[in-house]
């Protein structure tokens, strides 16, 4: 069982940024492509970014394309969402999440087996 704990969110200015970090136990962490996912108060959770286990291919959603980074340190297992430029759309609850069956990095919710508990990042206009 892959425990996920994030940390890095709170409350910004647009405009501003944050760092989310997302720390792993218990597997094999460089065996799991990570995904980070949002979900906004009455709205589904939404794919936010995800990466290969190697680190090397990453993908975005069109919203945010230009502004996010995901990476990863498998020495340290631990995924992290740089968040560049943020708008008031980008307030919800961020969520890591971790593949180990699906090959490259996965962009579908009922892809990932396990999740963290989420971290609220709001921000302010």
């Known amino acids: 069982q892959v425990q996920l704990v994030e940390s890095g969110g709170g409350l910004v200015q647009a405009g501003g940024s944050l760092r989310l970090s997302c720390a792993t136990s218990?597997?094999?962490?460089?065996?799991?492509?990570m995904g980070w996912f949002r979900q906004a108060p009455g709205k589904e959770r939404e794919f936010v970014a995800a990466?290969?286990?190697?680190?090397?291919?990453?993908h975005y959603a069109d919203s945010v394309k230009g502004r996010f980074t995901i990476s990863r340190d498998n020495a340290k297992n631990t995924v992290y969402l740089q968040m560049n430029s943020l708008n008031t759309e980008d307030t919800a609850i961020y969520y890591c999440?971790?593949?180990?069956?699906?090959?490259?990095?996965?962009?579908?919710?009922?892809?990932?087996?396990?999740w963290g508990q989420g971290t609220q990042v709001t921000v302010s206009s």
């Open positions: 999440a971790a593949d180990w069956a699906h090959r490259g990095a996965p962009m579908k919710v009922w892809e990932y087996n396990f």
């Open positions: 990466i290969t286990r190697s680190g090397i291919i990453t």
């Open positions: 218990g597997g094999i962490f460089s065996s799991y492509a």
